[in-house]
């Protein structure tokens, strides 16, 4: 699984984990290789591996510090407790705490906002996003740079000036 998660984090096009109800162990694993998650107000987080003896398997101890920070997922991971979705919300684990029956549509939206955007500069974006936890800053920012130079040779940007300039919505190609 945690070769398919990493696939998942590691797709050109964003991924938003909506979380009704539990997300637990490997659940939770999953939602934190989205590029994005929201919950409803009844969701529950936890990586409840410990109680069992083992350690979380698909990612855990790796991408849960980078959402929330080291002490709190070192607590959230060696108690095994569950946090629910405010506290999920404070912590940074999710964007956005939605009621249940507002979850779905909410989702939709965010997913539409995103479609509606240039493709390679979404792309881009998610790519230094994700990297940016990886060496150090002075790598992340070649990286940004590079991919910024990139973006600005595409056709969607000068869609996107003449959009901005026109005062309308811009048609992106992804090219």
Do not use: W
Request: hydrophobic residues 40%.
């Amino acid at each position: 699984r945690q070769e398919i998660f990493s696939r998942i984090e590691n797709l050109h096009v964003p991924v938003i984990a909506a979380v009704n109800g539990y997300a637990l162990g490997a659940g939770l694993e999953l939602a934190l290789a989205c590029s994005i998650r929201i919950c409803s107000e009844k969701a529950q987080f936890g990586a409840p591996e410990v109680k069992l003896g083992i350690i979380p398997g698909d990612g855990g101890t790796q991408r849960l510090p980078r959402l929330v920070g080291q002490g709190r997922a070192m607590e959230m991971i060696i108690t095994g407790d569950f946090i629910d979705a405010q506290e999920a919300y404070r912590t940074g684990l999710v964007n956005k705490v939605f009621p249940p029956e507002k979850l779905k549509e909410e989702a939709m939206e965010l997913a539409e906002k995103i479609a509606s955007r240039p493709p390679l500069a979404v792309r881009y974006a998610k790519e230094a996003v994700n990297r940016s936890q990886e060496g150090d800053s002075a790598s992340g920012f070649a990286l940004e740079s590079y991919l910024h130079a990139l973006s600005c040779t595409t056709e969607d940007k000068k869609e996107g000036v003449s959009a901005f300039l026109e005062k309308r919505k811009g048609k992106f190609k992804g090219k």
